[in-house]
C-alpha cells in the first residue's frame, strides 16, 4: 500500500531535550515537505526536499533542521525543542518537484507537546 | 506577501443542497491551485487541483472548483452536500517557479441530516 509513515504519531517531552520525527514514503518520489498546524493558522511549511541531499526552507524554519540522505526517508529535529513547538506536524510526498507539481501525499501526522 | 484566504472558518449545508467553500489568493504570477480535505485523526487527502486551461475543474468525490483569475479566486463546489462531506478543508497554492506551498486557514463543513 501506498502510503508516507510517521513516527511517532505522538510525543509528549520537556523543554530542551532533542527528538526527531522520523518520515518515510514506500512511492519512490523525490519531493518531501514538512508542516505543521496550528489552529487558526492551517498548515505552514517548515521544510522541503526536492531530492536526495537538496533541501530548503519554507515559511517556519526557525528551530527546526531535516536532512535527506536517503529518497525515501525525511526526517524532522527539534534540536532543543520549546513550548512554541507543539503542534501537529505532518510530512508529506509527491512524485517529483517538476512543474506543474503533483498532489501531495500526506502522512496521518505527529501531535508534539512540548512542556 | 504571499497568502491564501478562506474567509469562512464553518459552513453549514443541509444533505443534499449545494455546498460552496471560499478561498481567494494573492500570489505573483499564475499560481498551481489544490483543495485538499482532512478527516479527524488524519492527514489532508487530495481532492482536485487546477493547474491550466478550463475554469471548471472536477475532482474526488464529487467535488469541483472554479478558477476566477479576476477575482483570484478558487472556490469549492460541489452540487448536492452528504453528511459524510463533512471535514476540515484546505486550499492551497504553489507559486510558479517555486517548490513552496502555502495553505490557508481551513474551512470546517458541517452537512445537517
Known amino acids: 500500500e501506498a502510503q508516507v509513515t510517521q513516527n511517532p504519531r505522538y510525543l509528549i517531552t520537556v523543554t530542551g531535550k532533542k527528538l526527531t520525527v522520523t518520515c518515510s514514503q514506500n512511492?519512490?518520489?523525490?519531493?518531501m515537505s514538512w508542516y505543521r498546524q496550528d489552529p487558526g493558522l492551517g498548515l505552514r511549511q517548515i521544510y522541503y526536499?526536492?531530492?536526495?541531499?537538496?533541501?530548503d526552507k519554507g515559511d517556519v524554519p526557525e528551530g527546526y533542521k531535516v536532512s535527506r540522505k536517503e529518497k525515501r526517508n525525511f526526517p524532522l529535529i527539534l534540536e532543543s525543542p520549546s513550548p512554541n513547538q507543539t503542534s501537529l506536524y505532518f510530512c508529506?510526498?509527491?512524485?517529483?518537484?517538476?512543474?506543474?507539481?503533483?498532489?501531495?501525499?500526506f502522512g496521518d501526522g505527529t501531535r508534539l507537546s512540548i512542556l | 506577501a504571499q497568502s491564501v484566504a478562506q474567509p469562512e472558518d464553518q459552513v453549514n449545508v443541509a444533505e443534499g443542497n449545494p455546498l460552496t467553500v471560499k478561498c481567494t489568493y494573492s500570489?505573483?504570477?499564475?499560481?498551481?491551485l489544490f483543495w485538499y480535505v482532512q478527516y479527524p485523526n488524519r492527514g489532508l487527502q487530495f481532492l482536485l487541483k487546477?493547474?491550466?486551461?478550463?475554469?471548471l475543474v472536477k475532482g474526488s468525490y464529487g467535488f469541483e472548483a472554479e478558477f476566477n483569475k479576476s477575482q483570484t479566486s478558487f472556490h469549492l463546489k460541489k452540487p448536492s452536500a452528504l453528511v459524510s462531506d463533512s471535514a476540515l478543508y484546505f486550499c492551497?497554492?504553489?507559486?510558479?517557479?517555486?517548490?513552496?506551498?502555502?495553505f490557508g486557514t481551513g474551512t470546517r463543513l458541517k452537512v445537517l441530516a
Open positions: 526536499s526536492m531530492n536526495v541531499e537538496v533541501t
Open positions: 492551497a497554492v504553489s507559486p510558479l517557479g517555486t517548490y513552496k506551498y502555502i
Open positions: 508529506a510526498s509527491s512524485s517529483t518537484p517538476s512543474s506543474p507539481p503533483q498532489p501531495q501525499h
Open positions: 500570489v505573483s504570477g499564475n499560481p498551481y
Open positions: 512511492m519512490n518520489h523525490e519531493y
Open positions: 487546477y493547474i491550466t486551461g478550463d475554469n
